[in-house]
Nanobody, 126 residues
Framework: QVQLVESGGGLVQAGGSLRLSCAAS????????MGWFRQAPGKEREFVAA????????WYPDSVKGRFTISRDNAKNTVYLQMNMLKPGDTAAYYC???????????????????WGQGTQVTVSS
């Protein structure tokens, strides 16, 4: 069992930055690929970023590539999402997640999630 707790959300102006954190419990955190998703009201949950178990490889969709950076500190059982050049379209609840095998090739990556956090709200004003 893994519990995930996100923090760091808030209200920011367009062009600003936020850093989200996701603290994980459980002794096997370092063995999981980790990811971030977001969901805006009335929209489907969207994949935002992923990182391999050792932090050596990262993935991003085109919508956030070059603006968002995912990282992890396995000694602290924490994964981060640094978000720069934020846009009003980035407004959503952001969730961290642990992935199981097969996630990298999955078209819908949310189907390969074992554990979800409760989410943290990010609001970007214009």
């Amino acid at each position: 069992q893994v519990q995930l707790v996100e923090s760091g959300g808030g209200l920011v102006q367009a062009g600003g930055s936020l850093r989200l954190s996701c603290a994980a419990s459980g002794r096997t955190f370092s063995s999981y690929p980790m990811g971030w998703f977001r969901q805006a009201p009335g929209k489907e949950r969207e994949f935002v970023a992923a990182i391999s178990w050792n932090g050596g490889t990262t993935w991003y969709p085109d919508s956030v590539k070059g603006r968002f950076t995912i990282s992890r500190d396995n000694a602290k059982n924490t994964v981060y999402l640094q978000m720069n050049m934020l846009k009003p379209g980035d407004t959503a609840a952001y969730y961290c997640a642990t992935f199981r095998a097969g996630w990298a090739s999955a078209e819908r990556k949310e189907t390969k999630v074992d554990y979800w956090g409760q989410g943290t709200q990010v609001t970007v004003s214009s």
